[in-house]
């Protein structure tokens, strides 16, 4: 399983950047992957989801702001997971993890991790 972040780096606040995240190794499931952030002292959080099927989620606190999409070979075990992020703040500050996720019941739980890239927004 391989997933490696790329496309972190510094960005006044306004600003965008695009991560990458190049996944291979696995199959998708239905829940599909997801980017995760972490800030210091604080628990990582999800950012966005796109499963299998496209349907994308998002964190209010990103909403309107960051869009997730993907691009996968026809048998989903190789492709490229995309995090665009628009009108950036200082708050967005954190490292970003792109996330495999597998179900869990109910719900959807991250199973393969990236290494995780860094996005700093300060004036």
């Known amino acids: 399983v391989q997933l490696a972040e790329s496309g972190g780096g510094s960005v006044q606040p306004g600003g965008s950047l695009k991560l990458a995240c190049a996944a291979s190794?696995?199959?998708?499931?239905?829940?599909?992957l997801g980017w995760y952030r972490q800030s210091p002292g604080k628990e990582r959080e999800l950012v966005s989801s796109i499963r299998i099927d496209g349907t994308t989620t998002y964190a209010d606190s990103v909403k309107g702001r960051f869009i997730i999409s993907r691009d996968f070979s026809r048998d989903d075990v190789k492709g490229t997971l995309y995090l665009q992020l628009n009108n950036l703040k200082t708050e967005d500050t954190a490292v970003y993890y792109c996330?495999?996720?597998?179900?869990?019941?109910?719900?959807?739980?991250?199973?393969?991790w990236g290494q995780g890239t860094q996005i700093s927004v300060s004036p």
């Open positions: 996330a495999g996720l597998r179900r869990n019941e109910l719900t959807c739980i991250p199973k393969f």
């Open positions: 190794g696995f199959s998708l499931s239905d829940c599909g």
